[in-house]
């Protein structure tokens, strides 16, 4: 007898039909001999409606409340999934995050976990209880609410195997698994059967969609065996494991893509120190992420500074920047919203050189210009004209991976 | 600067226009000098809804999970009502059942409140906040999510008044207080400017619908000022009171009716000791709530038993009771769903004889006949034919308190 974490997401539970099914899933891998815990998400666009109604009654809705809010998505999931367990004649008992103390820090909308009680939920199991978890929220030291950001349930899903020490963690999902690039993009895209924690947060970070980078770093720290697989089939999907050294050969294991950024230059900027900081620190305090950054220096004492901001925030970017820019008298400032970026990971750049050559000659032999580059150990992500897309994830996915190792 | 706790219902935030009206107000109460803590019951049909959602995963739903999913109404329009109060420019915070150990016992779907916690209540309101309280919800001892019963977030207002010794608990409802009758059935019903404990208990007990009856209770037993008003007008509402000396010379205060209620008649019942109990136990086992209950002995050594359940549970009274008639060898089962209960209430007939008497005159008059009849110290009710529902309310409105006093 196994311990499996198994968790749905808001498309599992979208509906009372899809919830009975899921129910019968858990039931039939009860009685297939396991002690199951199950972590669900909101039914489907339930989160978007809560948002929709606390910018209906406030303009900039306070980060405390707007958690409370957002946190009875899951609570309603979570009871109906039970209750339609319970249906089945299984006994079945629910657990909201203050009551087995899935404990937070206190930044609303993104905390991060810091520990689980696991009392409650050994105790059910040991009455023979499928325990139905929600996800996705928890409790600051003093009991508020706060919730784990987009994604979030897979974090909470993760915690709670580590607590308890589960065999596995399964993330169902709409797709197979972890996919070489985006499928309806490029039809030869590959399931992988397996790809290290490094490569996963290095894809999530760049665009894929899949997992919670938190959730990513949590399996690795603890060494839960997360497997995502599919809810409408039961075909093994990828798992999440630790890298070794058959890897090093995969040169490429992903090619993602990022369409939701913005890229801001600034002409001119003085090239004095401090200037940086006068630039980044508005934006900083507005709590826009920057990405990537660029800075050129050039011979007339003056440097070109680009860097890319999340779309929906550019607007109040470049406001902020224009303050600066005119400040610290540099020549003016620019704006692209139509950009893309473009990256791929793989472990197997740590011991190969020339990886970026070729993936640079790949695009310019089509024609594709390059506005940034950045890299980090096992990744290259460059910044392309959007509408360059799609042809770019096609040739870069032929050159890498349809071609392995050939460089 | 005074502290008040207002409540207000489902009707007062079914929308979000409402809900920022009701800000409105709570923002004006807390201008004028006041601390205020607002009580608040889910939006107007979502108890509804999530129920229908309960019903439709699981043919009888677990009492432990319903309660998991119904509060999720209350925490809705608690951080909403928050949201918008604080977007007005106004400090604001919310607590949930448990966050102030709203501690009840564990009788799911019709718990009693134990104690509230007011610590974080009273940090909140030294804090300047106004703080706001989901009603309807609390927690048993094992930080299990209880309900309190229709009209619920009554008790969790007054529960919180008494904890915080408030100078005034108001209950906002869309009339402007409690009636001598329904003016929607008797144009010329009077609003009360007080009523006792006692006459509200009754009241709310035999029909009228203003108020949870362990609201009251809980009111008496702390001595905490209650104000039932509009939530559109600021005129004076009802003040619920200590019974005082000049209340005796009022007979009657209301005249309530009660149509949820279907009338079972058990013909020819062995007059043998244990009869009763063997009829009763499996009603009350199936937890159906039997009202009134009347035996006539007859000389042949048989008896009549009639009694009356809730509607909604007739059938399922009738299957049981027909089971038990046929092992105890009576005579058949009879059935009338058609009927009313209609009751007079009043603190003057503990000191006025022939109440009674001139009631059943008023209805004789009419032609009304008396079906069952029960008395407590301070009511007379009276089950009779449907149809005649609201003659009998005018009539005896009409006699009793248009003439107040004459018997």
Chains 1, 2 share one sequence.
């Not at 620019?334 to 020339?354: E, N, Q």
Request: aromatic share 4%.
């Amino acid at each position: 007898m196994a311990l499996v974490v198994q968790k749905y997401g808001g498309t599992s539970v979208a509906t009372v039909e899809r919830i009975k099914d899921i129910a019968r899933k858990v039931v039939a891998a009860k009685e297939s001999g396991h002690e199951i815990i199950v972590v669900v998400s909101a039914m489907a666009g339930e989160t978007n409606r809560l948002l929709t109604l606390a910018h209906q009654v406030s303009e900039a809705p306070d980060e405390r409340e707007r958690d409370v809010l957002l946190a009875s998505g899951e609570q309603v999931s979570t009871s109906l999934l039970t209750l339609a367990i319970r249906d089945l004649g299984h006994p079945a008992r629910s657990f909201l995050g203050h009551q087995i103390r899935i404990e937070t820090d206190n930044a609303y909308g993104k905390a991060r976990i810091k520990s689980v009680d696991s009392t409650r939920i050994i105790q059910a199991l040991k009455d023979g209880e499928i325990v139905v978890v929600a996800g996705f929220q928890g409790v600051d030291e003093e009991d508020n609410i706060t919730t784990l950001g987009r994604g979030g349930s897979d974090t909470s899903a993760v915690a709670v195997a580590a607590a308890l020490n589960a065999k596995v963690c399964e993330i169902y999902t709409d797709v197979e698994g972890v996919f070489t690039t985006d499928p309806d993009i490029c039809p030869t895209a590959k399931k992988l059967d397996r790809i290290s924690h490094e490569e996963m947060i290095e894809m999530a970070s760049t665009g894929a969609k899949v997992l919670q980078i938190r959730s990513i770093e949590l399996a690795k720290k603890f060494a839960v065996p997360v497997h995502v697989r599919s809810s409408f089939t039961d075909v093994q999907g990828t798992w999440l494991v630790e890298e070794d050294e058959s890897m090093d050969s995969v040169l490429v294991s992903g090619v993602t893509y990022d369409k939701d950024e913005a890229k801001i230059t600034i002409l001119r900027v003085p090239d004095r120190p401090g200037l940086a900081s006068q630039i980044f620190t508005p934006i900083a305090e507005a709590n826009i992420i920057v990405d990537m950054i660029i800075q050129n220096a050039s011979e007339d004492g003056t440097t070109d500074l680009t860097f890319t901001v999340p779309k929906a925030d550019y607007k109040k970017a470049i406001s902020l920047v224009e303050k600066t820019a005119s400040v610290i008298q540099a020549k003016g400032v620019t704006v692209d919203p139509h950009i893309a970026k473009v990256s791929i990971v793989g472990v197997g750049m740590r011991t190969h050189a020339g990886v970026a050559a070729k993936m640079f000659q790949v695009l310019a032999r089509e024609g594709i210009n390059i506005e940034m580059i950045s890299t980090s150990e096992i990744k290259i992500s460059v910044v392309i004209d959007e509408k360059y897309t799609e042809l770019a994830i096609r040739v870069l996915h032929a050159a890498f991976i349809e071609k392995q190792g050939n460089l």
